[in-house]
């Protein structure tokens, strides 16, 4: 059974940096596209960041440079390293497994983490 | 940037047929997907490249795609279909997410 488990949310500073981690199950990490994407309280969701089996990455404009994603495969564990955080951050973070279908190109997210709370405050 | 409208809310009746709309410039030319998001809890992917279910999904749900508007529908709706419902397709190297829909069941 595919199963993400996030941790590393927390309440953190306007400036400061934190690490969110998803442990997968059930299936290879590294193998997969994954991603993170976040949803502001009682807000929509947004995209955040992908990686590709590859290792390639790619970030939403309103977190590039500041946001790096990655993984352990001995770990089978995503991160998201957040750094220069900003009021406008605070969000819950999901991990979710990407699926790309190259035929007609798109992405989609077929399995969700439970998520974590980032709350950006003074 | 793309973007994607839907309703605020749509209402349906318990055992009606519900139908969520998601518009688009040219969606039809676009591959759809759909979640579903209880209160509380993570998203569901209910529909995927305009009208295929992920296993576990029931036959209720269906989609389709055409012009400038996707519509997911849920036939014999049942009180615990009553949830938020997002669109979300990728364009230009990025994931668009729709702003949501709530399905309330009468």
């Known amino acids: 059974e595919v199963q993400l488990v996030e941790t590393g949310g927390g309440l953190i500073q306007p400036g400061g940096s934190l690490r969110l981690s998803c442990a997968g199950s059930?299936?290879?990490?590294?193998?997969?596209?994954m991603s993170w994407v976040r949803q502001a309280p009682g807000k929509g969701l947004e995209w955040v960041s992908i990686?590709?089996?590859?290792?390639?990455?790619y970030y939403a404009d309103s977190v590039k440079g500041r946001f790096t994603i990655s993984r352990d495969n001995s770990k089978n564990t995503l991160y998201l390293q957040m750094s220069s955080l900003r009021i406008e951050d605070t969000a819950v973070y999901y991990c979710a497994r990407t699926i790309y279908y190259a035929y007609t190109p798109t992405y989609y997210f077929d399995y969700w983490g439970q998520g974590t709370l980032v709350t950006v405050s003074s | 940037s793309y973007e994607l409208t839907q309703p605020l809310s749509v209402s349906v009746a318990l055992g009606q047929t519900a139908r969520i709309t998601c518009g688009g410039n040219?969606?039809?030319?676009?591959?759809v997907h759909w979640y579903q998001q209880k209160p509380g809890q993570a998203p569901v992917l209910v529909i995927y490249?305009?009208?295929s279910r992920p296993s576990g999904i029931p036959e209720r749900f269906s989609g389709s795609n055409s012009g400038n508007t996707a519509t997911l529908t849920i036939s014999r709706a049942q009180a615990g279909d009553e949830a938020d419902y997002f669109c979300?397709?990728?364009?230009?190297?990025?994931?668009?997410f729709g702003g949501g829909t709530k399905l309330t069941v009468l």
């Open positions: 040219k969606i039809g030319s676009k591959n």
């Open positions: 059930g299936f290879t990490v590294s193998s997969n596209y």
């Open positions: 979300q397709v990728w364009d230009s190297s990025t994931v668009v």
């Open positions: 490249r305009d009208s």
């Open positions: 990686i590709y089996s590859g290792g390639s990455t």
